[in-house]
C-alpha cells in the first residue's frame, strides 16, 4: 500500500515559516505531479500549491508569494516552504501525488499547521 508521509507541521506565530515535506517511497515519485491541499473545519479541501514532473508550479493566490513549493526526485520528496504566515493559515496540510492520465491518485494522512500568538 502506497504511503505517503508529512512531516514538519506545528505551531508557529504570525509571520514566522514553516516548511512540510511529504516523502513518497513507494511510489516512482517522478512521475508524478505532487500537490498540497489544506482543509479546515467545515470546508472542503482546498489546493495550495502544485509541482508537475517537469517542475513547473502553481498556486492559490492566499498563498502566491509567501509560499513555495518544490521536489527532490532523487528523495522522492516534496517541500512546501511557508513564510510571512498568517492565522487565516491555518489548517490541516495534505500531501497528494497525482500520476495524470493512470489514474493512480495518493492523499498523505495530513499534519495540522497552527498559526496563532
Known amino acids: 500500500q502506497v504511503q505517503l508521509v508529512e512531516s514538519g507541521g506545528g505551531l508557529v506565530q504570525p509571520g514566522g515559516s514553516l516548511r512540510l515535506s511529504c516523502s513518497a517511497p513507494?511510489?516512482?515519485?517522478?512521475?508524478?505531479?505532487m500537490g498540497w491541499y489544506r482543509q479546515t473545519p467545515g470546508k472542503q479541501r482546498e489546493l495550495v500549491a502544485t509541482?508537475?514532473?517537469?517542475?513547473?508550479?502553481n498556486y492559490s493566490d492566499s498563498v502566491k508569494g509567501r509560499f513555495t513549493i518544490s521536489r527532490d526526485n532523487a528523495k522522492n520528496t516534496v517541500y512546501l516552504q511557508m513564510n510571512s504566515l498568517k492565522p487565516e493559515d491555518t489548517a490541516v496540510y495534505y500531501c497528494?501525488?497525482?500520476?495524470?492520465?493512470?489514474?493512480?491518485?495518493?492523499w498523505g494522512q495530513g499534519l495540522q499547521v497552527t498559526v496563532s500568538s
Open positions: 513507494g511510489i516512482t515519485f517522478s512521475m508524478y505531479a
Open positions: 509541482i508537475s514532473k517537469g517542475g513547473e508550479t
Open positions: 497528494n501525488a497525482d500520476w495524470v492520465g493512470v489514474s493512480l491518485n495518493f
